[in-house]
Structure formats: C-alpha cells, structure tokens
C-alpha cells in the first residue's frame, strides 16, 4: 500500500510549456484533490473529483485542467505554463463518506516556470 | 470569499511548555475542522479533527471548538523540539477544505 504518489518531485517548465502532473492512490479512495501552496501560504483547491468520470473546479482553478478515468489516476495538467504557477502542488484522496480524518497527502510536485 | 486567519508567527515557546495556536474562520456553515501539521518541505500531515463544540483531546494535543465565535484553537502540551513546524488550520464543508496561511511555531530546547 504505497498511499498517494505523485510524479515528477520537481520541474522547470518555460514560460508556455506544458506538462501534467500525475497523481496516483492504490486505497481505493473516491475522493482525489489537487492544492497548490505558494510560499508562506496555506493551501488552495485547485481541482477535485469525487469519482471516476467526475471533476468539479476549486478556488483557482484558472490555467490548468483534470480528468478522472480511473479511480486510482487524477492527472493536472497545465497547458500554458505561467511564472504565477510557481508553486508546490499537492494532490491528496478520501475514502467515501468525506472522511476527512483519513485523507492522505502525496509527496507534493515543486513546479518552477522561468 | 472563504476565509480562515491565523497568526503567521513565528510562536515560539521553551521545551515543556504549553504551545497554543489559534484559528478564525469566516464560513459559518463549516461542519469539519482540521489541524495539520506540515514540516518544511514535507507535505501536510493531519493530527486533529473536530466537529463538536468544546474539547477533544488527544494524548498531548488539545482542540479546542466554539462554532459561535468561529474559533478553533491547538493546543500542545509538554511541547517537544520536534512539535517545530507550520501547524495549518483547516475548516471545511462537503467538497473541500479551507486551509489558513499556517502558524509557524519554534520549540526552544
């Protein structure tokens, strides 16, 4: 049970480039999150699922996109990478019920764009 | 605008004292309240939750809930240099959390 993996740990994007973030839980959890956290920031909601084949925007979700064919896979994708996507990116999952108190984090993605 | 506030820091307090970190948060209608505890570099790690009005504990942690002021506070007792990290506060509905910038906390050997 390896919990919540993301991939790559880091990256320097150009301005322009793109390049999706991969996010993948073996928990079978329906819930799957991607947040992001600037420097001295708590974290914001980008993106959310609640299960395969359902996504819904956060709080900033503006720049990038998601997709949820399978339930262990929540990809983000950023299309036209920006100097203001510099951030850390962390994708976290629930189990069913929003059980909150067993949600787990990834690792976090350090994303830099130059 | 959702909005949680939380006092930056840094808080800094001598090993074996009492640490206490305080959270306001604007959306009436939160149900969960969460504590989070994130070492620099690391991602968040949850080590509170509440949903009551009052006290929980939880062997040297403390949350403390009052819905009707929309304040939830941790306290950490017996504080150890290894409490030091940003503790986020976290109130949250049916979809999502709203995480606060985070206190900053510093325990002095």
């Known amino acids: 049970n390896a919990g919540v993996t993301q991939t790559p740990k880091f990256r320097i994007l150009k301005i322009g480039q793109s390049m999706t973030l991969q996010c993948t839980q073996d928990m079978n959890h329906n819930y799957m999150y991607w947040y992001r956290q600037d420097p001295g920031m708590g974290l914001k909601l980008i993106y959310y699922s609640v299960g395969a084949g359902i996504t819904d925007k956060g709080e900033v979700p503006n720049g990038y996109n998601v997709s949820r064919s399978t339930t262990e896979d929540f990809p983000l994708r950023l299309e036209l990478a920006a100097p203001s996507q510099t951030s850390v990116y962390f994708c976290?999952?629930?189990?069913?019920?929003?059980?909150?108190?067993?949600?787990?984090f990834g690792p976090g993605t350090r994303l830099t764009v130059l | 605008q959702k909005e949680v506030e939380q006092n930056s820091g840094p808080l800094s307090v001598p090993e074996g004292a009492i640490a206490s970190l305080n959270c306001t948060y604007s959306d009436r209608g939160s149900q969960s309240f969460f504590w989070y505890r994130q070492y620099s570099g690391k991602s968040p790690e949850l080590i509170m939750f509440?949903?009551?009005?009052g006290d929980k504990e939880d062997g040297r942690f403390t949350a403390q809930l009052n819905k009707a002021s929309q304040y939830v506070s941790l306290l950490i007792r017996d504080s150890q240099p290894s409490d030091s990290a940003t503790y986020l506060c976290?109130?949250?509905?049916?979809?999502?959390?709203?995480f606060g910038t985070g206190t900053r906390l510093t325990v002095i050997p």
């Open positions: 976290a999952s629930i189990p069913a019920g929003v059980r909150y108190n067993e949600q787990f």
């Open positions: 509440i949903y009551s009005n």
């Open positions: 976290a109130p949250g509905g049916a979809n999502n959390l709203f």
